[in-house]
């Protein structure tokens, strides 16, 4: 068997034609969608991320701003721009790119952005209400797993899922979504016992814990779906996801490369969320 590769690429290809179509329909009312992401530091990764955010706005015709703060930035400083950012009718969407320096809140910080802007999906108001089952804004790389599934037009409900990884960003909220759609749905994570024998009874398998090649071939079930969220950077240099993709690609039914895979729709949902946001803001209907 092998499996048939979920292309993220094409996929985030066909939903910011859409994105940018809406955008363009909005302007024509006079709105310009606006997004203000805001970095605290040096980082090297996070500078390659605020880039490639940017430069996606730009494409698709949203209003980009950028704020670079220094690492020294005291967290009453962060906390000052941010409210700032909430009371500006220009923008729509705020992001503040993590990691932060350790001596800033993080929590406090995002509990800080006005959870109506919070295309970053991490605000306690927009995590309660995905459990509630009346999502606003939703984590972007768990959203863009979900619209692959959908692209594809594999059926969810009824399946067995098995989310490898807890995190607030990803697992957690990766999970929420799959139950939504009425899978029946594990969580996995460092203290679970007998790993192998859970993935191995998932139709749909996530794995986000940044451990590169970490699920191999015999982890995992004939034909099912694998959702690989992990980009690790090896000695080499080289990228690996957090699956063995040549082992588990003779297995698997279905499975996302990496890179190539979900890295290139968490972008453009966090493009998508902009869209919600100004939609909400503005008092629009949904198109």
Request: glycine share 8%; net charge positive; with cysteine.
């Amino acid at each position: 068997m092998s499996a048939k590769i979920i292309d993220g690429k094409a996929v985030s290809k066909v939903l910011r034609e859409k994105i940018f179509n809406k955008t363009n329909a909005l302007k024509e009312q006079g709105i310009v969608p606006g997004l203000a992401v805001v970095m605290v530091g040096e980082d090297p990764a996070s500078k390659i991320y605020v880039k490639n955010k940017a430069t996606a706005c730009q494409d698709m015709g949203i209003k980009s701003e950028v704020i670079r703060m220094p690492h020294s930035t005291s967290q009453d400083e962060l906390l000052d721009v941010v409210e700032k950012l909430n009371k500006r009718k220009d923008i729509h969407g705020i992001l503040v790119q993590l990691p932060i320096p350790n001596h800033i809140n993080e929590k406090e910080v995002i509990e800080r952005i006005n959870p109506l802007k919070d295309v970053d999906g991490f605000h306690p108001e927009n995590v309660g209400k995905l459990l509630s089952g009346n999502p606003y804004l939703i984590s972007c790389t768990p959203y863009g797993c979900l619209k692959l599934i959908e692209h594809y037009g594999y059926k969810i409900e009824g399946k067995t899922a098995v989310v490898v990884g807890r995190s607030n960003i990803v697992g957690k909220p990766m999970a929420v979504l799959l139950l939504k759609e009425n899978a029946t749905v594990t969580i996995c994570h460092s203290h679970t016992q007998n790993l192998a024998n859970i993935t191995r009874s998932a139709d749909i398998l996530v794995v986000a814990i940044r451990k590169p090649n970490f699920i191999t071939g015999d982890m995992v079930k004939p034909g099912s779906l694998v959702l690989d969220v992990g980009m690790n950077r090896l000695a080499n240099g080289k990228l690996a996801g957090d699956v063995d993709y040549n082992s588990v690609a003779k297995v698997a039914g279905w499975i996302t490369p990496v890179p190539g895979g979900v890295g290139p729709m968490t972008i453009t949902m966090l493009l998508q969320n902009t869209l919600e946001a100004v939609y909400e803001q503005e008092n629009l209907l949904r198109k």
